[in-house]
C-alpha cells in the first residue's frame, strides 16, 4: 500500500509540473506562461531565425479594421517565419470589440487585442478585468537584446492607459490629431487659411461665397471626431484654464464667461450656415467623401486620413494640417495626439508569445518598415523617422514638421469618464443641428460633469494640466 501510494504522489507531481506551463525557459525546464506566473527576467530570449522553439504553440491577436490598416501582419510574418511551427491565429476585423466580448464568453479570449478606443474604451476594459498590467513588458529586450523595450517608449502617451501605478495599454502607432484642410484648393480659390478665431470668421465668409461650408464632423462618430479633434482642442485654445477644470470636473466651469465664449463660436458657425449639417448623419468614410468633394473646407480627422482615403482623392490636392484650433489669439496651437495601442487579456497562458510579438513589432527593422508602408504613420521611437521615413504619408511628413509648434493634449476625462465622449458628442450634433440651444447644451454639461463628480461610485481622478 506504502508503495501504491508513493506511485501515485509521484504521478501527481508530473502531472502539476506538466500544467505548470509549457517548455521555453531559461533553466531548460517546464515554464509558466500565464500572465500572472510569466518571469521575463528569467527567461531565456531566443532570436535565431529557424528556431523551433515555439513549434505547436498558437497565439491568438485580434485587430480592428481602421485607418491604420492591417499594420501588425508584418510583425506576425516575420515572427512566424523566425518560428517555424508556431501558430498565429490573427483576426482583422471591423467590429473588433463585439468580437472580443464574444470570444470572452465562449472562455477563448484572445491573447493581444486591439480594438477602436471608441467602442471598448481602455478605461472600461481595465474596469472589467479584462486587460493585464504591461508593466513587466518594458523590460523585455529588443530583438538584438542591446536594450529594453521600455527604452523605446515615450510613457507619456501610455498615460490614457494607466490607472495607479500601472499601465495596460501597450500604445504603437501615434496619431495626431485635429484639423485638416487642402492647401491646394485654398489657394485657387483665395482662401484665408486661418490663424486664430478672427481669420477664420473671415474664412468661413469666403468659402459660403463659392458655396462651400466652412466645417464639417461625423455625427455618427460623435463622441470621437469632432468631440476630440475639434471641439476639446477650441476648449483648450480658447482658455486652457478651463480645458483644465474639465477634466477635473468642475461642473461649474461649465457656466463660465469662457465656456459661453467656446458656445458662442458654435453657435455663430451654425446659425450664419457655415457648417454642414449632412455630416451630423453621417459615418467617417461617407465624411470624409464629403471633404474631398470639398462640400466643406475644415475637417476634424487624425492623420491616418490619407491612408484611410487612398482611392477616393481627387486630382490636385494637397492635405496639410491646420496650425489652429478656433482660439482668440493667435499662436493658440493644439494638437490631440493619441494613438493606437493593444491590450493583453489576464487569461493568456502565451505570456512569452504575447511579449515576442512586441519585440518584433517595436524593435525588428523588417516589422517596423512593413507597417509603415501599410499605415504610413508614425511610431515614436528613436530612429523609426529615418528608418521608414520613405512610407509615410506626405500629409504626415507634413504634420511632423509642425508638431514642435503645438502644445499636444489628449482630454484624460475622456478616457477616465467613459461617459464624457458619448454624451458631448450627442451635445455637439444636437445644438450644431440646431435641436439645442446654447443655454440648454450648457447645462447639459454641466448636469453630466455634476452627475458625475456626485456619484461615489465613480472612481476619481486628478489632472495638473
Same mark, same amino acid.
Given at each position: 500500500? *506504502?508503495?501504491?501510494?508513493?506511485?501515485?504522489?509521484?504521478?501527481?507531481?508530473?502531472?502539476?509540473?506538466?500544467?505548470?506551463?509549457?517548455?521555453?525557459?531559461?533553466?531548460?525546464?517546464?515554464?509558466?506562461? &500565464?500572465?500572472?506566473?510569466?518571469?521575463?527576467?528569467?527567461?531565456?530570449?531566443?532570436?535565431?531565425?529557424?528556431?523551433?522553439? +515555439?513549434?505547436?504553440?498558437?497565439?491568438?491577436?485580434?485587430?480592428?479594421?481602421?485607418?491604420?490598416?492591417?499594420?501588425?501582419?508584418?510583425?506576425?510574418?516575420?515572427?512566424?517565419?523566425?518560428? %517555424?511551427?508556431?501558430? $498565429?491565429?490573427?483576426?482583422?476585423?471591423?467590429?473588433?470589440?463585439?468580437?472580443?466580448?464574444?470570444? $470572452?464568453?465562449?472562455?477563448?479570449? +484572445?491573447?493581444? +487585442?486591439?480594438?477602436?478606443?471608441?467602442?471598448?474604451?481602455?478605461?472600461?476594459?481595465?474596469?472589467?478585468?479584462?486587460?493585464?498590467?504591461?508593466?513587466?513588458?518594458?523590460?523585455?529586450? &529588443?530583438?538584438?537584446?542591446?536594450?529594453?523595450?521600455?527604452?523605446?517608449?515615450?510613457?507619456? #502617451?501610455?498615460?490614457?492607459?494607466? *490607472?495607479?501605478?500601472?499601465?495596460?495599454?501597450?500604445?504603437?502607432?501615434?496619431?495626431?490629431?485635429?484639423?485638416? +484642410?487642402?492647401? @491646394?484648393?485654398?489657394?485657387?480659390?483665395?482662401?484665408?487659411? %486661418? /490663424?486664430?478665431? /478672427?481669420?477664420?470668421?473671415?474664412? @468661413?465668409?469666403?468659402?459660403?461665397?463659392?458655396?462651400?461650408?466652412?466645417?464639417?464632423?461625423?455625427?455618427?462618430?460623435? !463622441?470621437?471626431?469632432? /468631440?476630440?479633434?475639434?471641439?476639446?482642442?477650441?476648449?483648450?485654445?480658447?482658455?486652457?484654464?478651463?480645458?483644465?477644470?474639465?477634466?477635473? #470636473?468642475?461642473?461649474?466651469?461649465?457656466?463660465?464667461?469662457?465656456?459661453?465664449?467656446?458656445?458662442? *463660436?458654435?453657435?455663430?458657425?451654425?446659425?450664419?450656415?457655415?457648417?454642414?449639417?449632412?455630416?451630423?448623419?453621417?459615418?467617417?468614410?461617407?465624411?470624409?467623401?464629403?471633404?474631398?468633394? !470639398?462640400?466643406?473646407?475644415?475637417?476634424?480627422?487624425?492623420?491616418?486620413?490619407?491612408?484611410?482615403?487612398?482611392?477616393?482623392? /481627387? %486630382?490636385?490636392?494637397?492635405?496639410?494640417?491646420?496650425?489652429?484650433?478656433?482660439?482668440?489669439?493667435?499662436?493658440?496651437?493644439?494638437?490631440?495626439?493619441?494613438? #493606437?495601442?493593444?491590450?493583453? !487579456? %489576464?487569461?493568456?497562458?502565451?505570456?512569452?508569445?504575447?511579449?515576442?510579438?512586441?519585440?518584433?513589432?517595436?524593435?525588428?527593422?523588417?516589422?517596423?518598415?512593413?507597417?509603415?508602408?501599410? !499605415?504610413?504613420?508614425?511610431?515614436? $521611437?528613436?530612429?523609426?523617422?529615418?528608418?521608414?521615413?520613405?512610407? #509615410?504619408?506626405?500629409?504626415?511628413?507634413?504634420?511632423?514638421?509642425?508638431?514642435?509648434?503645438?502644445?499636444?493634449?489628449?482630454?484624460?476625462?475622456?478616457?477616465?469618464?467613459?461617459?464624457?465622449?458619448?454624451?458631448?458628442?450627442?451635445?455637439?450634433?444636437?445644438?450644431?443641428?440646431?435641436?439645442?440651444?446654447?443655454?440648454?447644451? $450648457?447645462?447639459?454639461?454641466?448636469?453630466?460633469?455634476?452627475?458625475?463628480?456626485?456619484?461615489?461610485?465613480?472612481?476619481?481622478?486628478?489632472?495638473?494640466?
Amino acid at each position: 500500500m *506504502k508503495k501504491l501510494i508513493a506511485m501515485l504522489l509521484a504521478a501527481a507531481m508530473v502531472l502539476s509540473l506538466a500544467a505548470c506551463g509549457n517548455s521555453g525557459g531559461g533553466t531548460g525546464g517546464k515554464t509558466d506562461t &500565464t500572465a500572472a506566473g510569466f518571469k521575463i527576467g528569467d527567461y531565456t530570449w531566443e532570436t535565431q531565425p529557424g528556431s523551433k522553439k +515555439y513549434e505547436g504553440r498558437k497565439l491568438r491577436i485580434l485587430q480592428t479594421v481602421g485607418g491604420g490598416g492591417n499594420y501588425y501582419e508584418p510583425a506576425i510574418e516575420r515572427m512566424k517565419a523566425f518560428y %517555424p511551427g508556431l501558430e $498565429i491565429e490573427y483576426e482583422f476585423t471591423a467590429g473588433a470589440a463585439d468580437v472580443l466580448r464574444t470570444a $470572452i464568453l465562449d472562455g477563448k479570449p +484572445y491573447d493581444i +487585442y486591439n480594438c477602436n478606443s471608441g467602442d471598448l474604451p481602455w478605461m472600461d476594459a481595465i474596469n472589467q478585468g479584462i486587460a493585464y498590467p504591461i508593466n513587466s513588458l518594458f523590460d523585455v529586450p &529588443t530583438l538584438d537584446g542591446k536594450q529594453k523595450l521600455g527604452d523605446l517608449m515615450d510613457l507619456g #502617451l501610455f498615460f490614457p492607459g494607466k *490607472k495607479g501605478d500601472n499601465y495596460y495599454a501597450m500604445v504603437d502607432m501615434l496619431y495626431m490629431e485635429g484639423l485638416w +484642410y487642402d492647401e @491646394a484648393w485654398f489657394q485657387a480659390n483665395g482662401i484665408t487659411v %486661418p /490663424t486664430d478665431w /478672427t481669420s477664420f470668421q473671415e474664412m @468661413a465668409k469666403q468659402c459660403d461665397a463659392i458655396g462651400a461650408d466652412a466645417l464639417g464632423a461625423c455625427g455618427l462618430m460623435s !463622441h470621437e471626431y469632432p /468631440t476630440r479633434y475639434w471641439w476639446f482642442p477650441m476648449v483648450a485654445s480658447t482658455s486652457y484654464d478651463l480645458y483644465v477644470k474639465l477634466q477635473n #470636473l468642475d461642473y461649474e466651469a461649465w457656466k463660465s464667461p469662457e465656456m459661453k465664449r467656446v458656445v458662442e *463660436k458654435m453657435a455663430w458657425i451654425r446659425d450664419n450656415g457655415y457648417y454642414d449639417t449632412d455630416t451630423n448623419g453621417l459615418g467617417n468614410a461617407e465624411t470624409q467623401i464629403e471633404f474631398i468633394d !470639398h462640400k466643406f473646407a475644415i475637417l476634424p480627422c487624425g492623420s491616418w486620413l490619407e491612408a484611410e482615403m487612398a482611392d477616393a482623392w /481627387t %486630382p490636385g490636392w494637397s492635405l496639410k494640417f491646420l496650425p489652429y484650433s478656433f482660439g482668440d489669439e493667435a499662436g493658440k496651437k493644439y494638437m490631440q495626439a493619441g494613438g #493606437l495601442g493593444s491590450l493583453v !487579456h %489576464p487569461d493568456t497562458k502565451n505570456m512569452d508569445l504575447v511579449c515576442e510579438f512586441y519585440r518584433f513589432l517595436f524593435s525588428d527593422p523588417d516589422s517596423l518598415k512593413g507597417g509603415a508602408a501599410i !499605415h504610413t504613420n508614425v511610431f515614436k $521611437i528613436p530612429g523609426y523617422g529615418d528608418l521608414c521615413a520613405e512610407y #509615410l504619408a506626405p500629409s504626415v511628413k507634413d504634420v511632423a514638421t509642425k508638431s514642435e509648434d503645438f502644445t499636444t493634449i489628449n482630454p484624460p476625462c475622456c478616457g477616465w469618464y467613459t461617459e464624457i465622449p458619448p454624451e458631448i458628442g450627442n451635445m455637439i450634433v444636437g445644438f450644431m443641428g440646431g435641436d439645442l440651444t446654447e443655454d440648454e447644451f $450648457i447645462q447639459r454639461g454641466y448636469d453630466l460633469f455634476k452627475g458625475i463628480k456626485e456619484d461615489s461610485a465613480i472612481e476619481k481622478f486628478e489632472f495638473k494640466g
